[in-house]
């Protein structure tokens, strides 16, 4: 029985640089976390978790290269996510 919860760390990165995002996360000992992101034919964004973030502690990781306003846009989504998720 565990009396006191624990949380986990789960990292979850945009579509700005896979590479940086991968290297950040082996250094920290923790996988990259599973999550959607695609772009309507309208250019509205979407985000969808793959596994549940309900009780961890979520960071997103996006770099801002350009095109800035887009990758800008689709951190801010992905927190969103996150926040209506837990």
């Known amino acids: ?15 700005g640089n896979d590479a940086l995002s991968k290297e950040i ?16 034919a309208n250019g509205e964004l979407y985000c969808r ?11 997103v990781f996006q770099t801002h290269c350009p095109p800035i306003n887009d990758m800008l846009m689709e951190q801010l989504i992905m927190i969103d996510a996150a926040k209506r998720a837990s």
């Open 1 to 15: 029985m565990q009396v006191t919860p624990t949380k986990r760390l789960m990292l979850f990165s945009g579509r």
């Open 49 to 59: 978790y793959g596994e549940s973030v309900r009780g961890t502690d979520v960071f």
């Open 25 to 40: 996360a082996e250094h920290l000992g923790v996988p990259l976390g599973e999550v959607v992101l695609s772009s309507f």
